[in-house]
């Protein structure tokens, strides 16, 4: 008799469960849906500002099911107003699975051009962590690129790793590998010395004690190989502020050795018979060549 009520009571169980499981699914998914876009927007520009110290804009904002979001021509930017990237699409689908762990967790995937890239962003009390991977991005989708001394167009592929503890500064890596890139121009000192055609481009950035370690943004060309490292010696906010410790190495080639004009320019940098050594420092946003 007694088998037959534990039976009995463990079918009840797994029934109330089998309806109670799907009615806080399709509750939370009303819930939602109840909740207004503009307080969605808002919290995701705080957290942005607060937590990575971005900010964006956007053209268009909706709900994606279940529980998810859907961005169009969206536009990053420093908090300073530097643009750093334009996205056609972003999508973020949040798990609610993962609040039973302490935290939320939001896998992300958008479009750029005709590349993209996805990942996840997990927030907890204690801050966030963010990884993506980038594949075929358009270079004219990072603005950022076009206050630089480098003028490149082309694609890159590109893997982001970053992590922030409460008010602390972001810390992480970023690695680059570009293909597909057509010839440009690295301007020192006003002048522009021609690239030639690319054959290689790439870069390691390394974040760490409110710092960034610059261990390598090079380009390898047909008339002219560069290589920029050294540190970004404090990220502040808004970043073009940051001040920077850099060396811009340069290894004229083919028919830029025979132009001594352009050369001659960097006379002061020479340090052996084809390799100059340029000191830049200043801040991002307004770097100087130091003699």
Known sequence: MRRRENRSTLKTSVIAAALIIPGLFLLCVVAFYLVPDELIEGWLKEAAARKAGVAFTRKSFSKAFPFGIELRAVEIAGNGGTR????????????????????????????????????????????????????????????????????????????????????????????????????????????????????????????????????????????????LKGEITAIKTPLAQSPVELTLEIIPKHGLVNKEFMLSLLSDFRKSANFYSIPVRGTIGAPVFVR
């Open 84 to 227: 750093l990237l334009l996205l056609d699409r972003v999508r973020a689908r949040v798990n609610p699975l993962s609040l039973f762990a302490g935290r939320l967790t939001a896998y992300i995937d958008g479009d750029a051009g005709d590349g993209g890239f996805t990942g996840y962003a997990i927030l907890r009390p204690s801050g966030v962590a963010v990884a993506t991977e980038a594949k075929g991005v358009d270079l004219r989708y990072l603005p950022v690129l076009t206050r630089s001394s480098v003028k490149i167009n082309g694609l890159l592929d590109a893997r982001v790793s970053l992590n922030r503890v409460g008010a602390g500064c972001l810390e992480g890596t970023i690695s680059i590998n570009g293909f597909r890139i057509e010839s440009g121009e690295v301007m020192v000192m006003g002048f522009p010395l021609p690239l030639g055609s690319i054959e290689s481009a790439g870069g390691q950035v390394e974040l760490k004690g409110c710092k960034a370690l610059i261990e390598g943004l090079w380009i390898e060309g047909k008339d002219l190989s560069a290589r």
